[in-house]
Every structure is written in C-alpha cells, then in structure tokens.
C-alpha cells in the first residue's frame, strides 16, 4: 500500500549515528531494503505519464509500506517489515532523464547486484554504498541534510535547465528507509570517480590557504585526497587547452553564484588526475609531470565543453595553457590559461 503527502522528511525517535545503526540493523538487511525500495518506487514511476514538473512536485512525499510476507501490491522478501518514503519522485524522475539515465539502467545498477560498502564512512558519519558496475553512490544522509536538499530542489532544477554543464552533484533521488525502530535516509548521487579508471593524485580544493593540508593519517591511507597547499606542492598547474579552460572557467563561476545564491559557504571542487606513463611525482619533476594528464572535474569534460576532439599532443613550452598561480606570492591558487 502507498499514499503521497507533503510530509517532512521522515522523522524518527532516533538521534543516533549510522554507525550505531549499522549495530542494530545487518548490512545486509540495509543494503536489500534500499535495493528493494527503489526498485519498487521506481518501477511504479513507469505507470505515470510523463508531464512537466509543477512547484507542488518538489514537496511531494509517497510512502509504501513493503510488509515481510508481501502484500497486493508488494512483493514478499527476507528482510524485517520497512517503510519507504520516495521525496519528490516525479522531480528526480525528469533529473534522471535530463542526465540521460533511462529507467531500465538506473534500476539495473542499483538493483541488480549486491551493493559494495565502502570501508570508510565520511568525517559527517555518513556511510556510503557503491553499485557494482560503478555508476552510483548511494550515501546515507542526516535529517537536516535531506531537509535541506528538499528545498534546494526548486533552485536546482533552475541551475539545471539554465546550465546543463554544471559540475555540482548530479543527484538522482532521495529516500527515507523506517526499518525496526531506525529512519534511514539516503542520497543516489553520480560516482565522480570510478574505480575502471585509477586516480593518482585526489585533490579536494576550495580556493583557500588557510589548513589546507592533508594530515598525516590521510597522506598515510593507500589513496590520499590532497588538499590546496598539496596540490600547489606537487603541480605547477594543469595543461589545458584555451577553448577547454574558458568553459571551465565559466561553469565554476555559474556554480558558485548557485551556491552562493542557496547560501552554502562550505563546498568545493573534487579533482581527480590519472597520470598516463606514472611515475612517482618529485619536487625536481614537477614540471614535467604536467605532461600527459587526463583531468575530471566532477563530470567528464564533455559536461562543460560539448564533445571534444582528440587533444593535440603538447608542446614542450611551460607557458602552454596550466592553472598556475596568477601572481608569484598570491596564496590561492588561480586558473590562468592562455587567451
């Protein structure tokens, strides 16, 4: 059984963390109820036609209830009663598709295998799950946080359709997961960084000198994200071409007005490098590791600059295009290219 409300996002007696969760629910009853609730709330979307998405969509909450031993209308499964409450389905539903995720993919790759969780849960004491063919990121989110990407919804939507190459999140749907006592609210967003595709260096850069090194115990693990004092330590900047760094340019500007214009101070720009040839990176060959590099800003180029051509192999001239430090002694580090 189902119904839709404008309710809030799920409110539950619990004030404890997910790892205490984690204690109280099995991984692997987590990780079913998440696969088994989107399957069924999605799989229901294809029996709704297709409109355009209305103010009133964006607050709109449907709840099924998915009973162990089945129902009319749901399915009979091996993990303890649960709720599901889908925010903003028809919403996330016209993000999908303007991501170019048909609904058959999304419910395959979250669906279809087991969900890998990753080791770690994030500083916030969010966990993370990963779908096998590493399409998505599936993170578990606090109250306020789901609230509060509830309302950005409207101006996100605007963002997206004003600016299609942007590099915030893609998110593709949020949902609320009331399984034995515990609420459990979680995000499907894009995995900026899959894993076919090995990264050497991981920079985590917010335009700012001030602590902006990793701490030992993060330069200790086997894939460190580096911080901006690091990436000004280990780079003389990026090669990119002058058509590319425009558009880059442009879709950071757009992204920051958003984010100012939702009042987020605290965000920042997720870099990856993959170094082809790798070689250790040194002090003396700072210079030279610029050669070669293929760079993902959030999205793949293609997100910012359209569809590109293969690149031109690189000239041996150290003026040629790089995000160096506009002025020698300035303290932030600037895109600057050339024009």
Request: proline content about 5%; hydrophobic content about 30%; some cysteine.
């Amino acid at each position: 059984m189902s119904d839709t409300n404008n309710d809030s996002m799920g409110r539950g007696t619990q004030g404890t963390k997910m790892s205490k969760h984690h204690k109280k629910l099995t991984a692997s009853a987590i990780k079913g109820a998440i696969q088994l609730g989107i399957g069924y709330v999605v799989g229901n979307l294809n029996s709704k036609p297709d409109r355009d998405v209305l103010m009133q969509d964006f607050s709109v909450v449907e709840s099924v209830f998915l009973p162990n031993e089945g129902s009319n209308l749901t399915p009979a499964h091996h993990f303890p009663d649960f709720r599901l409450k889908s925010y903003a389905p028809l919403a996330f539903r016209y993000f999908r598709e303007l991501f170019g995720i048909k609904p058959d993919d999304y419910l395959y790759s979250i669906c279809n295998e087991p969900l890998i969780e990753l080791s770690n849960p994030g500083a916030s004491s969010s966990w993370f799950y990963l779908t096998s063919d590493d399409e998505f990121i599936i993170k578990t989110v606090q109250h306020k946080e789901a609230e509060f990407l509830q309302k950005l919804l409207p101006g996100y939507y605007m963002n997206l359709n004003q600016n299609p190459r942007t590099l915030l999140p893609k998110f593709y749907g949020l949902y609320c997961i009331q399984c034995s006592g515990f609420t459990i609210r979680v995000v499907v967003m894009n995995n900026i960084l899959p894993r076919a595709m090995k990264m050497h260096y991981k920079y985590d850069l917010k335009g700012s000198s001030y602590k902006r090194c990793a701490s030992r115990k993060e330069r200790a693990k086997s894939s460190p994200t580096f911080k901006d004092l690091d990436f000004k330590d280990m780079h003389e900047g990026l090669n990119l071409d002058s058509e590319t760094y425009n558009a880059l340019m442009k879709t950071l500007q757009r992204d920051c007005r958003v984010l100012e214009s939702f009042k987020i101070m605290d965000y920042s720009l997720l870099l990856g490098i993959h170094v082809l040839d790798h070689k250790p990176l040194s002090r003396e060959s700072r210079c030279d590791s610029r050669k070669g590099q293929k760079v993902l800003y959030s999205t793949a180029l293609e997100s910012i600059q359209g569809s590109m051509k293969d690149p031109e192999p690189l000239g041996d001239d150290d003026t040629f295009g790089g995000i160096p430090a506009k002025y020698k002694d300035e303290n932030l580090p600037h895109l600057s290219g050339d024009n």
